[in-house]
């Protein structure tokens, strides 16, 4: 893939990626995003810096806009991830209502986050511990969660979340397509 004008993706995509300057594919987005468009789970070893969280993104918000009844989960090993990961979602998603995200991260208080669910978000970003904290209070229920991404899964085993992500994986009952970076 040398562009992404030749990606199908939605149009809100493709605009905002000429808004973000995001003109030529990096490397690991030119070999994560046409399989994982195409449906398939995929491990990606990639550096912080080169852009691995449009990677993922991409072919997230593509899923979540051609699969309305579905939902999405980004894990990452800390709460300044989540926020830098969040961030660019923001940008990606242009603004669409239908595709705002709730980050869940702990160090502040839940009120915020249920809110955040509540009010409708799709897309679920945040750290396992406080991921975790939501399900068992039953803020949040991932039965419909379609598309997953382990964001620096080697630095969440690293700092010991591997029982947490087994707790995690027993609530992804659903079909789901996994990214693993
Ligand atoms: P990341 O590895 O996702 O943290 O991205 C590292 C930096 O590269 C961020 O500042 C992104 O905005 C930028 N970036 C990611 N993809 C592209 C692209 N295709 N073209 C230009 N800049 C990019």
Known sequence: MDSFQELALPAFLHEALKTMH???PTAVQAQAIPPA???KDLIASAETGSGKTAAFGIPLLTFLTNNS???ALVLTPTRELAEQV???FTHLSGGRHDLRHALLIGGVGMDKQVEA???GARLFIGTPGRIN???GQQTLNLSRTGF???DEADRMLDMGFAPQLDKMRSWLTGPR???LF
């Open 22 to 24: 995001f003109e030529k």
């Open 37 to 39: 468009l195409e449906g």
């Open 69 to 71: 009844s579905k939902t």
């Open 86 to 88: 969040a961030e660019v």
């Open 117 to 119: 669910i509540h009010r």
């Open 133 to 135: 904290d939501h399900i």
């Open 148 to 150: 997953l991404v382990l």
């Open 177 to 179: 397509q996994t990214m």
